[in-house]
């Protein structure tokens, strides 16, 4: 199974970003959508799930909740969209994984057996971090397989940096 992963969109579906999600099984997104037109085209590739960001305070995104828990082939991955609101022991609670967003940096962690995984932003570009998304991959036996996925919207070329555990 591959869950497409994005956060920070910030009202802005990048067509890199589309093409790179393309195939997923499930697309997450962890806050600060910017308008639901983004989720509407995400779900036009597959089912879409998403949290609401510290951005997303009207329309239909301020309907989204803070918080979400999901359960894929026997995983359950906690979505929030700022890792420091995190108010539980993801490992004591028997997660495999939080996905979070919320610092437009792109960033892999495993504790104690728990992933923590921030694609980084795929909206418009802050500072000079990288545009990027992110990949999950669920492979046969159960073992989860992060990956950033690193936009160049100048050439349009994806680029791909894997972490392993």
């Known amino acids: 199974m591959k869950l497409g992963l994005l956060s920070d969109t910030h009202g802005l579906l990048r067509p890199e970003a589309l ?7 499930h697309i997450l997104h962890m806050g600060d959508v910017g308008g639901g037109e983004i989720l509407k085209a ?12 510290n ?6 995104c301020s309907r989204l909740p803070e918080t979400d828990v999901l359960l894929f082939e026997g ?30 940096r792109s960033h892999i962690e495993w504790h104690r057996e728990v992933l923590y995984f921030n694609p980084g932003s795929c909206g418009p ?7 990027s998304v992110g990949m999950l991959t ?4 159960g073992k989860l397989q992060p990956e950033i996925v690193h936009l160049d919207s100048a050439t349009e070329k994806i680029g791909r940096s894997a972490a392993r555990s």
Do not use: N
């Open 19 to 25: 093409a790179a999600l393309e195939g997923c099984d």
């Open 42 to 53: 995400l779900a036009r590739i597959a089912p879409v799930h998403a949290v609401r960001g």
């Open 55 to 60: 951005i997303d305070r009207t329309g239909p």
């Open 75 to 104: 995983h359950y991955l906690y979505l929030l969209h700022d890792r420091a609101s995190l108010h539980l022991d993801p490992a004591a609670a028997k997660f495999s994984a939080v996905l979070y967003g919320h610092t437009h």
């Open 125 to 131: 570009r802050r500072f000079e971090l990288p545009v």
């Open 138 to 141: 669920i492979e046969p036996g």
